[in-house]
């Protein structure tokens, strides 16, 4: 797809030529680069021009959980929430799980991550209960620590996507 741009000018004396010059070049740019971006796809017959990947079926909120929907199948969700942890030691670290309720069963899992807060060197896993990664209603967060320290109240970041159809 040509472009039709006409570079600006810069070897004018004053700045505020060359401002005017790199103004319009920009203007000129927008133009062209808005008129091929919204030509690339044509509108299907929802009249969207996003293809059905980018397509919002549904947001919502339950639980500790916000979530997106997409028409394609894909879903995300995001959940914040405080968790007690005793930790066992294992090896040369300690060891903790959570099991954690999704808003809603994904057909198929595809991905988990999660985040502590809290001051010792620490990390977990977000992986679906018992591994079947298959109609996955509950995620287990598996919590790792270099302190043998009991948690009251450890906040949890976690971030899970899969299919809902």
């Given at each position: 797809?040509?472009y039709?741009?006409?570079l600006?000018?810069?070897?004018?004396?004053s700045p505020?030529?060359q401002?005017v010059?790199l103004t319009?070049?920009?203007?000129?740019l927008v133009g062209e680069?808005?008129w091929?971006?919204?030509?690339?796809?044509?509108?299907?017959?929802?009249?969207?021009?996003?293809?059905e990947?980018?397509q919002?079926?549904?947001?919502?909120?339950r639980?500790?959980?916000n979530y997106?929907?997409?028409?394609d199948g894909r879903?995300?969700?995001w959940g914040?929430?405080?968790?007690?942890q005793?930790?066992?030691p294992?090896g040369?670290?300690?060891?903790s799980?959570?099991?954690i309720?999704?808003p809603?069963?994904?057909k198929?899992?595809?991905?988990?991550?999660?985040a502590?807060q809290?001051?010792?060197?620490?990390?977990?896993?977000?992986v679906?209960?018992?591994n079947?990664?298959r109609?996955v209603?509950?995620?287990?967060?598996m919590?790792?620590?270099?302190?043998?320290?009991?948690l009251?109240?450890?906040?949890?970041?976690i971030?899970?996507?899969?299919?809902?159809?």
């Amino acid at each position: 797809m040509p472009y039709n741009l006409i570079l600006p000018s810069l070897k004018t004396a004053s700045p505020a030529s060359q401002t005017v010059e790199l103004t319009k070049y920009l203007k000129q740019l927008v133009g062209e680069l808005n008129w091929a971006l919204n030509t690339l796809e044509t509108a299907n017959e929802s009249g969207s021009t996003l293809p059905e990947y980018d397509q919002i079926s549904r947001t919502g909120t339950r639980g500790i959980w916000n979530y997106v929907k997409y028409r394609d199948g894909r879903a995300e969700l995001w959940g914040i929430t405080n968790v007690s942890q005793e930790f066992t030691p294992t090896g040369s670290f300690y060891f903790s799980t959570t099991d954690i309720a999704l808003p809603f069963t994904l057909k198929n899992y595809w991905y988990g991550s999660g985040a502590h807060q809290w001051n010792f060197a620490n990390w977990c896993n977000v992986v679906p209960k018992d591994n079947n990664i298959r109609d996955v209603s509950v995620v287990t967060v598996m919590s790792y620590s270099n302190q043998d320290t009991a948690l009251d109240s450890a906040r949890l970041f976690i971030h899970v996507v899969g299919t809902w159809k």
